[in-house]
């Protein structure tokens, strides 16, 4: 397999467009994770999926963003409009059960 | 909630020689997993070992190992024989084994390798 897979590895953007950031996660792996790392902040969960399902999105910032998960292959994370402070690494994750998280490497957003 | 807490935010420590990175937690729960994740200047987060609450055995891979003490709620990791390639952030995690089961990262601490 070959592990998580992000796009695109870079993203900049100008405020106020949409940005969609898409994951595949390792096949046969039923939980799927959004995070966002800044220097401030750390690594943040956004939200997570179990089976394709939205579990818990309490730590999705506003209502800009939102996030999908239509089939057990692919994840999307959308920010709608973008603003400057969106700017971050954004990770994907997935996980066989309750066992360690296999991350994607990342799209670092830039948001001018 | 859980809390994972790392309160060294920089180590540094001599190529060959032995690191320790600390990371205590916070939870109520009986059953979950730990781990410590590396994440070098490439930015690619990677599993470095992992801890499960009910065995008493502290896990070891290669050079690292852990000190597990689940009374004291602590979990910190042991480099031996340090490699410039060790250098890199170091994110302490947690996770229960149940429903609800997010992974609970710690603020990392930066370890620094002198040749």
């Known amino acids: 397999d070959a592990g998580v897979i992000q796009s695109p590895r870079h993203e900049v953007t100008e405020m106020g467009q949409e940005v969609t950031l898409r994951c595949k996660p390792i096949?046969?792996?039923?939980?799927l994770f959004w995070y966002r790392q800044t220097m401030m902040r750390g690594l943040e969960l956004l939200i997570y999926?179990?089976?394709?399902?939205?579990?818990?999105d309490s730590g999705m910032p506003e209502d800009r963003f939102s996030a999908k998960m239509p089939n057990a292959s692919f994840s999307t994370l959308k920010i709608q409009p973008s603003e400057p402070r969106d700017s971050a690494v954004y990770f994907c994750?997935?996980?066989?059960?309750?066992?360690?998280?296999?991350f994607g490497q990342g799209t670092r957003l830039t948001v001018v | 909630a859980q809390t994972v807490t790392q309160s060294q935010p920089e180590m540094s420590v001599q190529e060959a020689e032995t690191v320790t990175l600390s990371c205590t937690y916070d939870?109520?729960?009986?059953?979950?997993?730990l781990f410590w994740y590396k994440q070098p200047p490439s930015r690619q987060m990677i599993l470095v070992i992992r801890q499960e609450a009910y065995k008493q055995q502290n896990a070891t891979e290669n050079r690292f190992s852990v000190n597990f003490q689940k009374a004291a709620k602590s979990f910190s990791l042991k480099i031996s024989d340090s490699q410039l390639g060790d250098a890199a952030m170091y994110f302490c995690?947690?996770?229960?084994?149940?429903?609800?089961?997010?992974?609970?990262f710690g603020g990392g601490t930066r370890l620094m390798v002198k040749p």
């Open positions: 939870t109520s729960e009986s059953d979950y997993y």
């Open positions: 994750a997935s996980s066989a059960g309750y066992l360690e998280a296999f």
């Open positions: 096949s046969g792996h039923d939980y």
């Open positions: 995690a947690y996770r229960r084994n149940n429903a609800g089961n997010m992974l609970t």
């Open positions: 999926f179990n089976n394709n399902v939205p579990i818990d």
